[in-house]
DNA sequence: CGGTCTCTTGACGGAGTTCAAAGCTAGTGG
DNA sequence: CCACTAGCTTTGAACTCCGTCAAGAGACCG
C-alpha cells in the first residue's frame, strides 16, 4: 500500500526504514469511486492527495457553466487545491475522479506534526509546492504563446501516459480548447504523418 | 528608504522597532535605470527585489523572439523569478525596469540568515510565495476561460496604478494579445459607455 | 525641427467556436 | 444474445475573434 509512496519519496529525500514507517502513520488509505469528490467548490481543502492508482482531476466552473481543469494526476502524482490547503481559504476548485482511484491522504494537521517529527521532509514539501508553481506557470506560458495545436503535442510529450487514461473532451477542457477543436486537431496531425 | 518595506511587513507578520532595524541590514539599495536589466536569461536568479518606486517587468522571450510578460512590479511589491531563486536553477525569464526604478535587493545567503536571526520572517516568507502562487494560478484560469475583453477588464479592476504606468503595448503582452487587438478593445470600451 | 516611439485604424485571413447532426462504442436489461 | 440507450467522438457549415500587414497620426525628446 505505501510502496508507491516510499518509492516516490526517495526520489527526493533520503528517509531511514524506521523514519518512513513513522511517516507512514500520518497517512490514511482512501478508495474514491469515480465521479466521487474529493473536495468541492466552497469548502476548505484540507488534505493533501497521494494518488495510489486510477485518475483525478482538478476543475473550475465558471459563470457560464463551462468547465476548465487545471490539473489531472494519475498514480505516483498529488492533487490538492493548494491555495486553499496553504491559506486555509475556500477553494474555488473542485477534484472528482476520472476512474475509480485509490489515494494516500494527508490531513494538514497530520502533515504538520509529520514535520515536526521528521523535520527532513521539509524539503520534500518545499519540493512538492515549488514543482507545483513551475508547473503552473510553464503552462501559463504556453496558453499565452502557443496554438492549441503546440498545446496539445506539448501535452501530450510531457504526460503521455494521460492521453491513453482521459476521455479527449477533458484533455480538450485542460487545454483550453471545444473538444471539436481537439477532434480537428488529432485529424490533421494524423493526416500529416 | 525602509518606510515602504516597513509597511509592508508589518501588515503580514509584526516585528518589534528593534527586530525591523536588524532585518534592513540585510538588504542592499539599487537604482536601476529604464530598460537596464535586473535578471537575464540563462543567469540563477540571486535575489528577491522589493520595489521602492518605479516599475520593473518579467518577461520570456519564445522561439519567434516574441515577448510574454508574466508580471510587473510597481512600488510595494516583489519581483524575482522564484523558481530560479527557490530552485537555484538558470532562469528562462528577463526582468528589467519600465521606467527608473529603485529596489531593494535581499540576496538568497541574506535572506537565510534573516530567516535564522528572525524566524518569525519564515511565516512572511511563506505568504509571499503562496501570494505568487494564487496570482499565476488565477491568471491561468483566466486566460483559459475568458475573453481578451474580460482579461482586460479584470486587469484594470486588479492593478488600475499598472494602466497608468506601463505602456499599452505592454500590457497587450501580459494580456496575451496584440497591441492592435488592445486598442480596439479600448475603443469598443470607450463607446460602449 | 526631424526622428523615434507609441497608439490607432483599415482590410484581409486564419484559427478556433458554435450549432447541429450523425457515428461509434460499451454497458444494460430484456 | 441482441436491442437500446448514454456517453464520447467526428464531421460540416457558418460565424467570430483575434492576428497580420500596412499605413498614418500623435507625442516626446534631442
Known amino acids: 500500500m505505501f510502496a508507491l509512496l516510499k518509492k516516490h519519496i526517495e526520489k527526493r529525500v533520503h528517509l531511514t526504514e524506521e523514519e518512513f514507517d513513522r ?8 478508495a474514491i469511486k469515480k465521479r466521487q469528490f474529493l473536495l468541492q467548490e466552497g469548502d476548505v481543502c484540507r488534505q493533501l492527495a497521494f494518488v495510489n492508482s486510477g485518475c483525478l482531476r482538478e476543475y473550475t466552473v465558471d459563470q457560464k457553466g463551462e468547465v476548465h481543469i487545471l490539473q489531472f494526476a494519475i498514480e505516483d502524482w498529488w492533487i490538492s487545491d493548494l491555495t486553499s490547503f496553504l491559506s486555509e481559504s475556500t477553494s474555488m476548485h473542485n477534484i472528482d475522479a476520472v476512474h475509480d482511484s485509490e489515494v494516500l491522504l494527508l490531513e494538514r494537521t497530520a502533515r504538520d506534526n509529520l514535520l515536526e517529527i521528521i523535520p ?37 510529450k510531457i504526460y503521455p501516459a494521460l492521453v491513453e487514461q482521459v476521455p479527449q473532451a477533458q484533455i480538450a477542457s485542460y487545454l483550453g480548447i471545444t473538444p471539436q477543436s481537439l477532434s480537428r486537431i488529432r485529424k490533421e496531425l494524423s493526416q500529416k504523418r
Open 120 to 156: 527532513k521532509m521539509e524539503r520534500f514539501f518545499r519540493l512538492l509546492l515549488e514543482g507545483n508553481y513551475i508547473a503552473v506557470q510553464r503552462r501559463l506560458t504556453y496558453s499565452l504563446s502557443a496554438s492549441a495545436e503546440d498545446r496539445y503535442l506539448a501535452f501530450i
Open 23 to 30: 511517516c507512514t502513520g500520518f497517512f490514511s488509505h482512501k
